[in-house]
């Protein structure tokens, strides 16, 4: 035997496990293994030269140099897994080059690309490449990357060419084959692109416009799994018929997260074996189970509400009785007089934006729809409607007014979400939670913390920074999010994606109110299946964003108003209630009025004397730009050039002033 043949053997003694079933053949000497040293482009080039089809594995690669294998070494199909973590970081890389990401989707959606990935880290390199006349197998160090390529980086690999006709090379090629479907079996294996091509199917928006929104887009192929897993626990257990089971099963992915399984163990009771979840349908109907959070969804051809609360499933559906649509107006206006026995600087302005906060309440199970409207009209703008926070003083009834809130839009009680004990990562599994089971039902909390919206690490920054901007796609379905806080001042950040409305009332909560109160919630109110179902009426063109968030809402309920042919009340806000009064010269004339702040004359200036820091901040912030003052410890001074415009300032929000 010759030293060629007995290469050969040693070589195949080492790929091929089954040597007694080679050993019987008679070597091929085509099958004859090469090494090569790269360390020039042309080495590189001659390699993976003259083929046409490409399927492998590499630890890292890159967008463009996917790319360069197509245009530049002219092959027609490439297939690779990429084995540094998923594939979905490229996005990063991607974005702002829309040309970039147009020739890789136009590659995928042709067939012609695949790029799969793994959380997994796979350190192989592999390369199988074929042509008309033979299949190359390449396994070395180099990457599919431009700094193996043509840096001077430098590689080594094995090489093996099987032609045709080859037993004993087709032999080593199904071994390398089966290799290379192993690496293929990881359990969270994912196609890069996937995202984009569901985004595209639901989206009518220029090819331009999606690949912007997907290459900014931060949701991980984790939250994806998570969001199905839910998304399909809902489905089963919101089945409203005489075939509904006890009992939600559903099948989980190999890859389903830990933490996910828990939180459906913890949660729902849920029973996990062999990949099968099984959990009771009432515990997820429970509200109070999940999170706190019932489950809505509105039917947007008809308007129909259906929504889980105390373990069942209620639909709402518009009722044609016209004295039940007048009675609800009568009480959401009872309750909103409650303000003229109270203790209350400016009655009207308060009363307006009571009835403000109904109005947002109202229509907040829409902003999907508005959101959607945004995007198929190309607009910029994806900061997405505004979330509300509600501010006033400790223990004046920003609790009842949420619990009246949760009753407009359930007809039942409904326990706001306590903000007290809620840290980082409370928020942060309230609103995933909530976002991944599609819920619309706004998610009500109370007494948020100060520093959930302010200072120098508010707890929501980073949470509602990205609520719609990076996670929200077409086809979902986000709640908004409804807060209230007796901590005034907002963090910059903050006021462009909340809108805050001053509740600076203090109510009697004597027997007198709280008869009223007691009448109220305990009758049904139908004024939300009413305005459900005008607001599904409307054009998507009505449904663009303005800057009144609350525009169309405004004109959904003069039309119920005109429906129950009952006369408008004067608090009415038929614009926002801030273009009518001057809600921050309301908050400083009250704080005065009540001697909250003393106020001294000195040498033509105003010095204004607090009780805490907090709140001569508070105060100093609602002050206009062109009042001038310092802070002296706990005394704010109003510089005597600014005093007329501070006195100005402070009439226009005395009690029954407008602007």
């Not at 027609?76 to 890789?104: F, N, P, R, W």
């Not at 959606?109 to 959380?119: C, D, I, M, N, Q």
Request: hydrophobic share 35%; net charge neutral.
């Amino acid at each position: 035997m010759t030293n060629s043949q007995d290469e050969t053997m040693n070589w195949q003694s080492v790929l091929k496990p089954d040597t007694g079933a080679i050993a019987k053949r008679k070597p091929n000497l085509q099958l004859i293994p090469k090494s090569i040293f790269l360390k020039r482009k042309k080495q590189w080039e001659t390699l993976f030269d003259g083929f046409s089809s490409l399927r492998g594995i590499t630890y890292v690669t890159s967008p463009g140099f996917l790319l360069e294998i197509f245009t530049e070494m002219g092959y027609e199909k490439v297939d690779l897994l990429i084995g540094d973590g998923l594939a979905d970081t490229y996005k990063e890389s991607l974005d702002g080059h829309l040309g970039l990401i147009q020739h890789l989707y136009d590659r995928i959606t042709e067939g012609a690309l695949r790029v799969r990935s793994s959380k997994a880290t796979i350190h192989t390199k592999l390369y199988i490449l074929e042509s008309d006349e033979k299949t190359r197998i390449i396994c070395g160090s180099p990457n599919l990357s431009f700094t193996a390529a043509g840096s001077r980086q430098r590689e080594y690999a094995w090489y093996v060419d099987v032609h045709s006709n080859d037993p004993m090379g087709e032999d080593m090629l199904l071994q390398v084959n089966a290799d290379y479907n192993e690496h293929l079996k990881e359990s969270d294996i994912v196609e890069f692109m996937d995202d984009l091509i569901e985004m595209r199917q639901k989206s009518n928006n220029p090819m331009d416009v999606d690949f912007k929104l997907w290459a900014s887009s931060s949701e991980d192929q984790e939250a994806k799994i998570v969001r199905t897993i839910m998304s399909e626990i809902k489905t089963q257990a919101f089945e409203h018929d005489d075939s509904a089971q006890e009992l939600v099963k559903i099948n989980l992915p190999k890859n389903t997260p830990k933490k996910t399984k828990n939180h459906l163990m913890k949660t729902y009771g849920a029973k996990i074996t062999s990949g099968m979840a099984t959990m009771p349908r009432g515990r997820i109907l429970e509200h109070t189970e999940s999170i706190g959070v019932p489950l809505m969804e509105i039917d947007p051809t008809n308007g129909n509400v259906k929504l889980s609360i105390n373990g069942t499933v209620k639909n709402i559906e518009k009722s044609v009785d016209i004295q039940g649509l007048h009675q609800g107006l009568e009480d959401i206006e009872n309750y909103i007089r409650l303000v003229d026995r109270a203790v209350c600087h400016h009655p009207d302005a308060m009363k307006m934006n009571l009835m403000e906060t109904v109005l947002y309440t109202l229509s907040a199970p829409f902003a999907n729809e508005s959101m959607q409207s945004r995007w198929n009209s190309n607009s910029v703008n994806r900061r997405g409607p505004k979330h509300l926070v509600v501010y006033g003083d400790g223990h004046n009834g920003k609790t009842t007014l949420f619990r009246f809130m949760g009753h407009l839009l359930t007809g039942r009680s409904v326990e706001p979400v306590s903000g007290k004990g809620l840290g980082k990562d409370n928020w942060q599994a309230l609103t995933e939670h909530a976002k991944s089971m599609e819920t619309v039902m706004p998610i009500l909390v109370d007494d948020i913390k100060s520093r959930a919206i302010s200072g120098t690490a508010a707890t929501l920054e980073e949470i509602l920074k990205t609520y719609w901007e990076n996670d929200w796609q077409p086809g979902r379905k986000f709640p908004l999010i409804m807060m209230n806080t007796n901590h005034d001042g907002l963090s910059e950040w903050a006021k462009t994606r909340l809108y805050r409305l001053d509740f600076l009332v203090k109510f009697r909560s004597d027997s007198k109110d709280d008869a009223v109160l007691s009448q109220i919630l305990e009758r049904p109110n139908s004024v939300f299946c009413h305005f459900a179902k005008i607001y599904s009426s409307l054009p998507d063109s009505d449904l663009l964003a303005d800057e009144d968030q609350l525009i169309l809402a405004r004109k959904v309920m003069l039309e119920l108003y005109n429906l129950a042919g009952r006369r408008v009340p004067d608090f009415f806000p038929h614009t926002l209630p801030e273009n009518v009064y001057d809600m921050d010269a309301i908050y400083c004339a009250a704080r005065l009025n009540y001697g909250v702040v003393k106020q001294r004359k000195k040498r033509g200036a105003r010095k204004l004397i607090f009780n805490s820091r907090p709140s001569l901040y508070a105060f100093k912030a609602r002050l206009p730009p062109e009042v001038s003052s310092f802070v002296d410890d706990k005394t704010l001074v109003i510089e005597p050039p600014s005093v007329k415009a501070y006195n100005a300032f402070i009439s226009s929000g005395k009690s029954g002033k407008k602007r």
